[in-house]
Every structure is written in structure tokens, then in C-alpha cells.
T-cell receptor, first 108, second 115 residues
Framework: GIQVEQSPPDLILQEGANSTLRCNFS?????LQWFHQNPWGQLINLFY???GTKQNGRLSATTVATERYSLLYISSSQTTDSGVYFC??????????FGGGTRLMVKP | DTEVTQTPKHLVMGMTNKKSLKCEQH?????MYWYKQKAKKPPELMFV???????INESVPSRFSPECPNSSLLNLHLHALQPEDSALYLC??????????????FGAGSRLTVL
């Protein structure tokens, strides 16, 4: 099945810093979603981005489908950005398969 | 507030108990999902319902029994669970299962502890 790898696995930032999270996938996809899971377990859908670039406030995402990767940019990070960021792509059955996640801690 | 509501938020049960997790959405979505998430791991798909019919069962043990009474409700019935079943159980919904329509909205989860 499709493989999804995220890097880095862990990231510690000082408040106000910028960061880039990466998601590599092993096969062509028609769907890619980025999620943020807060420390209480709530998963929030950040972006549906099978290709191209989208921006939402301090967050933006870019997917280069032909090269099989996606990037999530966080600018001017805040403590509320802490948590785990997952990317997910569909498997052969069109069900989303999640990467291992990037655990982000933003320190005040 | 999340548009997918899960109850209870926390559940502690013994191995001989029978309990149920409930999930409700009012977005008109026709696909609903159960995921299981262990600590420091990504969510893993358990079941998918499409138009109130079971579409996918990812080889889940029979001690987990899903039910979709109508298009807004999804239940997960639990019976004779094991301690290793302790996890965060997440419900999600999407418009339907078409490739560009399965954008997931998750509930806040039910954290289950089996003693």
C-alpha cells in the first residue's frame, strides 16, 4: 500500500519562529489532507490540498503531486500551534492513510 | 465547537462490561467513520459507513460492533474488551466517499480505558 512519511518527527520552536513540515508519499494521489491534533486529542482539518498552494492565516500548504510531497508552513508560531500535525493520503481503497505525524512544541 | 459530537468523552469499563460510544453529525454527510488511535500513533481506520451501509471493516475483532441507525448517527458497541483496546476512539464524517468528497471532519474523540 501507499507509504506516507513525515519529517521531522519532533520539533521544538520558540514562539514567533517559522517552521516547515514535510510529507512524502510513495504513489500518485488525488487527495491530500493536513490535520492538527491538539493536546486534548481533537483533530482539526487544516487543508485539503491535492495540488498547488493554499493559505489560511499564518498557515500555508503546498503540494507538488508530480514529486510526491507536500509542505506545511507555520509562520510566527504561537503556543496554541503545539500538538501533532498529520498528513493523510488515500490508499488503494480511497480511504485516508495517515503519516506518522510531526510533534510540535512551541515554547513561550 | 466541532460539528461532529461524540459521547462520552471518557469511558472506563471492565472486561465483562457492555458499553457504547455515540457519534452524531448534522452536516448532511453521508459517510461516517470510526478510527482508533493509540498513544503517540496516527489514527487507524476501523469502519466506514456509506449511506448507512457498512462499506469497510478493516478486520476489526467482533468485540467491536458498529451500527448506523440513520444518516446522522453512528454507534460503536463494545463488549468483552481487552486492556489493549484502551485508546482514543475518533468518529469522522465526510460528504461521501468520492475522491474529492472524502474531506474528513473529526469529533473530539472518546477516550476509553479498559480495566
Amino acid at each position: 500500500g501507499i507509504q506516507v512519511e513525515q519529517s521531522p518527527p519532533d520539533l521544538i520552536l520558540q514562539e514567533g519562529a517559522n517552521s516547515t513540515l514535510r510529507c512524502n508519499f510513495s504513489d500518485s494521489v488525488n487527495n491530500l489532507q493536513w490535520f492538527h491534533q491538539n493536546p486534548w486529542g481533537q483533530l482539526i482539518n487544516l487543508f485539503y490540498i491535492p495540488s498547488g498552494t493554499k493559505q489560511n492565516g499564518r498557515l500555508s500548504a503546498t503540494t507538488v503531486a508530480t514529486e510526491r510531497y507536500s509542505l506545511l508552513y507555520i509562520s510566527s508560531s504561537q503556543t496554541t500551534d503545539s500538538g501533532v500535525y498529520f498528513c493523510a493520503v488515500p490508499n488503494a481503497g480511497n480511504m485516508l492513510t495517515f503519516g506518522g505525524g510531526t510533534r510540535l512544541m512551541v515554547k513561550p | 465547537d466541532t460539528e461532529v459530537t461524540q459521547t462520552p468523552k471518557h469511558l472506563v469499563m471492565g472486561m465483562t462490561n457492555k458499553k457504547s460510544l455515540k457519534c452524531e453529525q448534522h452536516m448532511g454527510h453521508r459517510a461516517m467513520y470510526w478510527y482508533k488511535q493509540k498513544a503517540k500513533k496516527p489514527p487507524e481506520l476501523m469502519f466506514v459507513y456509506s449511506y448507512e451501509k457498512l462499506s469497510i471493516n478493516e478486520s476489526v475483532p467482533s468485540r467491536f460492533s458498529p451500527e448506523c441507525p440513520n444518516s446522522s448517527l453512528l454507534n460503536l458497541h463494545l463488549h468483552a474488551l481487552q486492556p489493549e483496546d484502551s485508546a482514543l476512539y475518533l468518529c469522522a464524517s465526510s460528504q461521501d466517499l468520492r475522491p474529492r468528497a472524502n474531506v474528513l471532519t473529526f469529533g473530539a474523540g472518546s477516550r476509553l480505558t479498559v480495566l
